[in-house]
């Protein structure tokens, strides 16, 4: 049986806090070919996720602490859907398959469980929003600012 004490999660956000990216997860399937893929994630305040989709998958999230917002795009970039994530909100919220979509953490020790079938599949450059700048771009820091407060109907190029 597997279990997390609330010290493992704790170390977990320490270890989010001091990488770059400002994300770590804690996988809880063995190994990459698992056909349900599931994890931990935590992701503090200015982690940069571009919007993506997965094709055949469905992805289920699940809010520990903190909180955070889900965004749905139509292909051309405009929000279709934001959904608010707290312990006083939604708590959790499935995509389906083909849902163009991002995360977006407002808060500091913001944990999630993730759950989608697999095996892991890593996004390929066509599954990533052709609008939204990849990782590292000069552009990240306006595109994540606009996702902190988009709501629907407008695009981060209009």
Known sequence: MRTI???????LVAE??????????????A????????????FEPGTYIRPHRHPHQFETFILLSGRASLLSFAPDGR????????????RVVEIPAGTWHALVSHASDTLVVEI???PYLPTGEADFAHW??????AEVGICHEW????????????
Do not use: C, F, T, W
Request: charged share 25%.
């Open 5 to 11: 004490h609330a010290r493992e999660l704790a170390d």
């Open 16 to 29: 989010a806090q001091a990488r770059p990216r400002l994300r770590m997860n804690l996988n809880l399937h």
């Open 31 to 42: 190994v990459p070919e698992d056909p349900v893929q599931r994890m931990v994630i935590a």
């Open 79 to 90: 929000v279709v859907q934001r959904v608010e994530l707290s312990d006083s909100a939604v």
């Open 116 to 118: 989608k079938p697999g």
């Open 132 to 137: 939204a700048p990849p990782e590292g771009h």
């Open 147 to 158: 996702l902190r407060v988009a709501v629907p109907g407008q695009s981060l190029r209009a």
